[in-house]
């Protein structure tokens, strides 16, 4: 049972509470993003300092054990980034990741502060502001060490792959872009439409012959990207959820679900964070909202429709 | 087990509801179990656990970054635990300067290396240098200097006050310290100078008992003896500015601090610092690792606490 003061503190921090559904990073430098390993088991928020070609981009670890700040490391406020709580990004903890990695954008920092990161090991810490840091690191004996090392363990499980990759390593996992899946624009010739077409097909039969993956659900819940799938649908009446629910079903959904039962967008998304539960397997069909503002309809992303249940 | 989804859609719907007190409290139980009441006295496990919940969990948004990159339910509840630790450390944190500002205040009164104006606000300084206010473009150095360079003492986990420095190495930080300032400082400049140091140190140590961290191997006379014999053959080879050049050295202080300081360019500090080196070499080489740590341990102590 609560008590009752520490009730009143709760309703008071509710009411502050910035609304939760975060879009897709748009995969810009200061972009404060949720970074995922490839195993999904680490999670972790990361700074883009950089976009490389080939769906790259460097990134600086990020955490919220400020007090464990170094000479070269920059405390972030939420008033600077929007996130809620206070981080502090560490310029010597980086690395590549695939831009598929990157699942949710959480703030975002000035170019000014970005750069600043950027320049740290150039410049020997002086490009960040002093009054943002800690004190330098001392010899071995400095206990921040023992916390620096378990940061380089995250920081691996994330880099890992995109690092041999940029090698010449094969990977393992080639995820597709969900850009890969939008029809041309609507002002796109009849010719266009149908390579872009036949495009489409190739593509999901390499999905279907399990060359590449499809990229996560979480993807869907981009709302100018899921309007632009469903416009596959009434331009040739080609029906991709079948294709994507082929997929993305076991994965998605955590929860016990019985057959007819509407699954809202945010229990996706809770289930698809919980790697811990097991996976049932169900056949889903995606439910979406449409609304119209003058010639445009959009199409939202709201539950998926369980169609049938393990 | 209560599920990661669960908590979630709790979190949602309540922001604060049942499960997430339920796991708070048994984070906290189980944080505070086997730690010495000290660490949380004079409250309660209770007051510790609305504290942390209300501080920590509410007011500092720890629940958003929790929810953010926690795995699985039990990586939220090591998440959850690493901020408790930090909670009961900046706890400490405020009694640990209480008890090292009347100690430091003490020395600073009755030794004949500091000197003090009585207030308020009391100022003191090295009683060889000057009484004015310090200039804050020191202030970093000098807590540098304090934090990498003076070795602190990890106490028996059921000792009541920790002394985190013994006598002699607390007097030897002030003087480090007082030296670098070139100045007085007041009693709120020397309690955040601790509340700076302490704060990474303690958060850290709260990891684990402290009695884990204690020293297994004590030097033996035979060892002191090595160590006293080599300082002994190193401190006439270093005249003042080969003295600050080490200190800042061993105590990691940037280059342009001390080039601006020397008056120097950052390539003529590097040189300075390769000479001691070089100076320091021919005393070191052939000694054990952890001999060779001890003598420059001591030889910064030895040439930062001298009137």
């Not at chain 1, 559904?21 to 680490?42: H, I, M, Q, Y």
């Not at chain 2, 209560?2 to 339920?22: I, N």
């Not at chain 2, 005249?239 to 080490?246: L, Q, S, T």
């Amino acid at each position: 049972m609560i008590p009752e003061p520490l009730q009143t503190k709760i309703a008071s921090a509710k009411a502050r509470r910035a609304p939760s559904n975060r879009p897709l990073p748009a995969f810009e430098t200061g972009e404060l993003a949720v970074a995922k390993s490839p195993d999904g088991d680490v999670r972790r928020i990361i700074l883009i300092t950089k976009i490389e070609n080939a769906g790259v981009c460097r990134v600086r670890l990020a955490t919220n054990e400020i007090e464990m700040a170094t000479d070269f490391d920059l405390r972030v406020e939420p008033a600077d980034s929007g996130f809620p709580a206070r981080l502090l990004v560490q310029p010597e903890l980086f690395g590549p990741v695939f831009k598929s990695q990157l699942v949710e954008l959480v703030g975002s920092v000035a170019d000014e502060l970005t750069n600043a990161v950027a320049e740290a090991l150039r410049t020997d810490a002086d490009s960040i502001p002093q009054d943002r840091t800690g004190l330098p690191l001392g010899g071995s004996v400095d206990l921040r060490r023992d916390f620096k090392e378990d940061e380089i363990d995250d920081l691996e499980a994330l880099v890992r792959e995109c690092r041999a990759w940029l090698m010449g390593a094969p990977s393992d996992r080639r995820i597709l872009d969900p850009k890969a899946f939008l029809p041309p624009p609507a002002t796109a010739s009849q010719d266009e439409m149908f390579d872009a077409y036949l495009d489409l097909l190739d593509t999901l039969k390499s999905v279907d012959s399990g060359e590449v993956e499809l990229p996560d659900l979480e993807s869907l819940f981009d709302t100018e990207a899921f309007t632009q799938i469903r416009r596959w649908q009434e331009l040739f009446n080609f029906n991709f959820w079948d294709w994507w629910s082929l997929h993305c079903t076991r994965a998605d959904i955590a929860r016990a679900s019985s057959a007819g039962e509407e699954v809202p967008v945010d229990e996706l998304r809770l289930a698809a964070l919980d790697r811990g539960n097991p996976e049932p397997s169900v056949t889903v069909d995606f439910v979406s909202r449409r609304s119209f503002a003058g010639e445009t309809v959009t199409h939202e992303f709201t539950a998926i429709r369980v169609l049938e249940a393990a | 087990m209560t599920s990661l989804v669960e908590l979630r859609v709790e979190y949602e719907r309540e922001h604060f509801g049942a499960l997430l007190y339920d796991l708070s409290s048994r984070v906290v139980t189980n944080g505070l179990r086997g730690k010495p009441p000290s660490i949380y006295q004079p409250t309660g496990p209770e007051d510790v656990l609305h504290g942390f919940i209300e501080t920590v969990l509410l007011g500092q948004n720890q629940l958003e970054y929790f929810f953010t990159v926690a795995t699985d339910v039990q990586h939220f509840e090591r998440l959850c635990y690493r901020q408790l630790r930090r909670y009961l450390a900046s706890t400490r944190v405020q009694t640990d300067v209480d008890r090292l500002m009347k100690r430091s205040v003490k020395i600073l009164r009755d030794d004949d290396r500091f000197e003090s104006i009585d207030g308020p606000p009391d100022r003191f300084f090295m009683s060889s240098g000057s009484s004015l206010p310090f200039a804050p473009g020191r202030w970093r150095a000098a807590a540098t200097l304090a934090l990498n360079g003076v070795p602190r003492i990890f106490s028996e986990p059921k000792q009541r006050s920790p002394k985190i420095y013994t006598d002699d190495n607390l007097g030897i930080l002030l003087s480090i310290v007082l030296r670098e300032l070139e100045g007085s400082v007041s009693r709120s400049d020397l309690a955040k100078l601790f509340e700076e140091i302490l704060t990474p140190w303690l958060t850290t140590v709260l990891e684990e008992d402290e009695a884990a961290r204690l020293p297994s191997h004590k030097p033996t006379g035979e060892e002191d003896a090595i160590v006293s014999e080599a300082l002994e053959a190193i401190l006439p080879l270093l005249d003042e500015e080969a003295a600050f050049v080490f200190r800042h050295w061993y105590a990691k202080t940037k280059d342009d601090y001390v080039a601006d300081r020397l008056g120097v360019s950052r390539t003529t500090v590097i040189n300075r610092r390769n000479a001691v080196g070089s100076a320091l070499q021919p005393h070191l080489e052939g000694l054990p690792v952890h001999l060779q740590e001890a003598t420059l341990r001591s030889l910064f102590l030895a040439t930062g606490g001298s009137p």
